[in-house]
């Protein structure tokens, strides 16, 4: 009998001897997580942590289209009296006596606005009366796009010099002296195509020197008067005469040409 318990004994002491080689520190496996667990785990955690993501992104895009897109935003910029766009309108063509001081500039779109797109109405005019047709959406799009990208991007190009030159211009103001100025546009181009019905071709040119020349000096006298240096406002103010003066002809003689070339590939 003591033989038959030593040996129980010894074969207790050689299991718990194995148990201690696979399981050193005693614990359960059936506590070990498995693999496929943590995966899981890993998934749930990366979901949340992207579901986390979009929503704070949505939240933060929501917030900035109500700041930047709301109506009370944009309402100082067109909120103006039809006295002062109509007074504005003759400024225009009425060059500043002012050489020495500062002259003052609104920061305002409507009249921009409304005169690029009177600007669109004269060119959609200009080509029908011409005998151009086209599907109504092509010749609207069209001239909405020249005229749009005129305004926009010879006064961003503008705003860039300026800056360069250290004038004291802000994008928007520079918005809304390019877009008065499109009332020389609008009165060279109106008068020239109603002169054309009347076989007087060389009217375009007496306008185009007459009251392009005076919105265009208006224009430079601006530049000029807002720049520290002369050398540099003067610079300025030839490459806004320039850039004025050659679109009128551009629109003039060259604009339907561009029109046919886009009418032939469509």
Known sequence: ??????MDTAVDLDETHDDFIKNPQGKDTNDVPSSEMLGDMQTKISKEAAG????AGKNSTQKFISTYVHVDFLRP???IEPQDFRNRLVRSFIPSAQLGAPQDVSAELYGPLMLTLTLVAILLY???STGHHMEEGTLIGTAMVVCFSYWLGI???LFFIAFVFNAHFTLLQILSITGYSLSGHCTVLLLSTLFDHYGAPSVFYILWVGLGGLSAIKLAGIYLSRTWSSREGTLL???SVAFHMFSILYLRF?????????????
Do not use: V
């Open 1 to 6: 009998t003591d033989a038959t318990n030593n």
């Open 52 to 55: 986390q993501l979009w929503t």
């Open 77 to 79: 910029y067109f909120d």
């Open 126 to 128: 200009g080509m029908k």
């Open 155 to 157: 006064s961003s190009l």
């Open 237 to 239: 103010a030839i490459l």
């Open 254 to 266: 060259a604009y339907h040409k561009f029109y046919e070339a886009l009418s032939a590939t469509m």
